[in-house]
């Protein structure tokens, strides 16, 4: 999706001077539309999420030709193709971009039936380096950043697996998107608990559309968490400046990966 007119608070700046945004991945990435633009200065936003698509898909750059999952990766104007996405933004700002979001991993994790395996968390940790390997790859100067998920707002009971009905049951897979990001030297803003939730509790579904997706008030929030504004250089800082709650974040996931790690080598 492409949007051309500024918010107001751009107004008055070059727009040689703003960054251009890419939004790629799932349904997390689609469904946030051009919300960036409201809350971020940006020259254009060009969203190529697709609902449903897994880390796995974009990996294979999977397309209209090559995919088989034509109702993902065909969708009106979209695919599962790094390449493609990065296309689109210079045809349509004749620049590369500036700032990715990418949001993957979500899908791979469910459709497996919320796993908590050693060796299918490295898959998938692979699966997302791959993706970000083609950004690196074809647009060198861009500054990426994932975020994982946030704590659902229900107990995904529509899901046939127990392991997906706890508030924590996205954890391992924010845990090895955040490896993948350290692995690959990108940005990793954990947005898990913005909304309230916890280990023990659902997140706020003030901010949710279901027990997952995010609706425009959610968007809003996440766009003004602090760590992810600076990641994406929302305040005009460089989005490669450090920042401590980023550190914090990320000694937190370390810690909670090593419980991963020993439960899974108890055979719990």
């Not at 109702?71 to 790094?82: T, W």
């Not at 395996?117 to 993706?131: M, P």
Request: charged share 15%; proline share 5%; glycine share 6%.
């Amino acid at each position: 999706m492409l949007r051309f007119l500024l918010p107001a608070f751009v107004v008055g700046q070059s727009q040689q001077d703003l960054q251009n945004a890419l939004v790629l991945g799932d349904s997390w990435a689609e469904y946030s539309l051009d919300s960036l633009l409201r809350h971020c200065p940006l020259a254009n936003l060009v969203n190529k999420g697709a609902a449903g698509a897994t880390a796995a898909m974009w990996a294979k750059a999977e397309d209209c030709i090559t995919s088989p999952h034509h109702a993902i990766c065909c969708q009106a104007n979209k695919s599962c193709n790094v390449a493609h996405a990065v296309h689109a933004m210079s045809e349509a700002a004749e620049r590369v971009p500036s700032i990715a979001w990418v949001s993957i991993g979500g899908n791979d994790f469910l459709n497996a039936g919320c796993p908590d395996e050693f060796f299918f968390l490295q898959y998938l940790q692979k699966d997302v380096e791959k993706v970000v390997e083609h950004l690196q790859m074809l647009t060198p100067q861009t500054k990426i950043v994932l975020t994982g998920y946030c704590v659902p707002s229900g107990d995904l009971a529509w899901h046939p697996r127990e392991a997906c009905h706890k508030p924590q049951a996205l954890l391992p897979v924010n845990l090895a998107l955040k490896q993948a990001a350290e692995a690959k030297a990108v940005a990793f803003v954990n947005v898990s608990t913005i909304f309230g939730g916890s280990f023990a509790r659902h997140s706020d579904p003030t901010y949710f559309q279901d027990d997952i997706h995010l609706n425009r008030r959610g968007y809003d929030r996440l766009w003004e968490y602090a760590p992810l504004r600076q990641a994406l250089g929302c305040d005009g800082t460089s989005p490669d400046s450090p920042d401590s709650s980023l550190v914090s974040d990320a000694t937190e996931v370390r810690a909670v990966w090593l419980l991963v790690m020993l439960a899974f080598m108890s055979g719990w």
